[in-house]
């Protein structure tokens, strides 16, 4: 049995337990009350994301010596969002590295390790704004301040750790002259110089970490404003706090895009405010089709006339 593809189910699974708990007329009625010309503007939301997130790789990626184009950064970008989408847990986001090899081309380990960086800064970004919302929350919710401070200080060491190329490096390659690696450790050694070329300083890292923060909190900033269109009245900076713990808790790779997982969450948090199921559950499947679903849809048509340049590198191969 792979577990890989059972852990998704578990999100679907919480979803379909709350839609079963929540008023479903009540939440089709809350959906038809969006004036048609809101819904479609809010379609938009997705940019201001999609440039910040580009302008924060295009960065990392100059860092390391690895030069594409804008425009083909955002559309390794979409790539990411179809296969994250398709596959367990989203890790099928790191194929975007074939095809950044492919456009760039610098060797693979380089490529990935370009992505590591890239997605760690963002996880921790993230984790610092929800450790200061767990903060603020944890009169109610102790336990979930605690597990994000244990979170943030076990990545934040181990992203540092791997910065130290020096010190890591010896200890990869440590690893792989042992035993365990014994048959392939002649044709690991050299994947390990690669995936360190280039590797970007703690210095080099702090602009796009900044960055990525100040992209969460434009993401976040536009679903309060989306929020008022389900009339949900939640104080600003209580509800930034509230949607940036609720993202940590989804960032589980237990689900689609957190989709269930970040539901129950927001309305356990939500509670504080007295706010119903109905427009928890409204607001969040709104927002998951807005940043998640349709950039996957794109990314789909994007994969297809990519993976043409590619050759023979099937989709079913690739996972």
Same mark, same amino acid.
């Given at each position: 049995?792979?577990?890989?593809?059972?852990?998704?189910?578990?999100?679907?699974?919480?979803?379909?337990?709350?839609l079963s708990?929540?008023?479903?007329?009540?939440?089709?009625?809350?959906?038809?009350?969006?004036?048609?010309?809101?819904?479609?503007l809010?379609?938009?939301?997705?940019?201001?994301v999609?440039i910040?997130?580009?302008?924060?790789?295009?960065?990392?990626?100059?860092?390391?010596?690895?030069?594409?184009?804008?425009l083909?950064?955002?559309?390794?970008?979409?790539?990411?969002?179809?296969?994250?989408?398709?596959?367990?847990g989203g890790?099928?986001?790191y194929?975007?590295?074939?095809?950044?090899?492919?456009?760039?081309?610098?060797?693979?380990?380089?490529?990935?390790?370009?992505?590591i960086?890239?997605n760690?800064l963002?996880?921790?970004?993230?984790l610092?704004?929800g450790?200061?919302g767990s903060?603020?929350?944890?009169?109610?919710?102790?336990?979930? =301040?605690?597990? $994000?401070?244990?979170?943030?200080? %076990? *990545?934040? #060491?181990?992203?540092?750790? @791997?910065?130290? +190329? !020096?010190?890591?490096?010896?200890?990869?390659?440590?690893?792989?002259?042992?035993n365990?690696?014994?048959?392939v450790?002649?044709r690991?050694e050299?994947?390990?110089?690669?995936?360190?070329?280039?590797?970007?300083s703690?210095?080099?890292?702090?602009?796009?970490?900044?960055l990525?923060?100040?992209g969460w909190i434009?993401?976040?900033s536009?679903?309060?404003?989306?929020?008022?269109?389900?009339?949900?009245?939640v104080?600003?900076?209580?509800?930034?706090?509230i949607?940036?713990?609720a993202?940590?808790?989804a960032?589980?790779?237990?689900s689609i895009?957190?989709?269930?997982?970040?539901?129950?969450?927001l309305?356990?948090?939500?509670?504080?405010?007295?706010?119903?199921s109905?427009k928890?559950i409204?607001?969040?499947?709104?927002? =998951?089709?807005? $940043?998640?679903?349709?950039?996957? %849809? *794109?990314? #789909?048509?994007?994969?297809? @006339?990519?993976? +043409? !340049?590619l050759?023979?590198?099937?989709?079913?191969?690739m996972?």
């Amino acid at each position: 049995m792979d577990v890989k593809k059972i852990l998704p189910a578990v999100g679907i699974i919480i979803l379909i337990y709350l839609l079963s708990t929540v008023d479903i007329p009540a939440v089709i009625e809350i959906f038809s009350g969006i004036p048609p010309l809101y819904a479609f503007l809010c379609l938009f939301s997705v940019v201001p994301v999609l440039i910040s997130t580009n302008i924060q790789w295009q960065i990392l990626l100059k860092k390391q010596k690895i030069h594409v184009s804008f425009l083909y950064s955002l559309k390794n970008i979409f790539i990411g969002y179809f296969y994250g989408f398709i596959t367990p847990g989203g890790f099928g986001a790191y194929i975007k590295a074939l095809y950044l090899k492919h456009e760039s081309g610098q060797p693979l380990p380089k490529c990935v390790s370009n992505i590591i960086t890239f997605n760690t800064l963002d996880f921790l970004s993230l984790l610092v704004l929800g450790l200061v919302g767990s903060f603020f929350l944890s009169s109610r919710f102790p336990y979930i =301040f605690i597990t $994000i401070v244990i979170v943030s200080v %076990i *990545v934040a #060491a181990l992203f540092i750790f @791997f910065l130290r +190329k !020096k010190n890591s490096k010896v200890v990869f390659t440590k690893i792989v002259q042992s035993n365990i690696f014994s048959t392939v450790k002649d044709r690991l050694e050299d994947p390990i110089d690669t995936f360190y070329e280039n590797l970007p300083s703690f210095r080099d890292v702090l602009l796009p970490f900044f960055l990525s923060i100040f992209g969460w909190i434009i993401r976040f900033s536009e679903l309060y404003l989306i929020s008022r269109l389900f009339d949900i009245e939640v104080p600003y900076i209580s509800f930034i706090f509230i949607i940036a713990v609720a993202n940590v808790v989804a960032s589980l790779p237990i689900s689609i895009y957190g989709l269930g997982t970040r539901e129950v969450t927001l309305i356990s948090l939500f509670s504080i405010f007295a706010v119903t199921s109905e427009k928890i559950i409204g607001l969040s499947l709104f927002w =998951f089709a807005v $940043i998640w679903l349709l950039p996957s %849809i *794109v990314g #789909a048509v994007i994969t297809a @006339f990519e993976s +043409k !340049k590619l050759g023979d590198l099937p989709s079913k191969k690739m996972m």
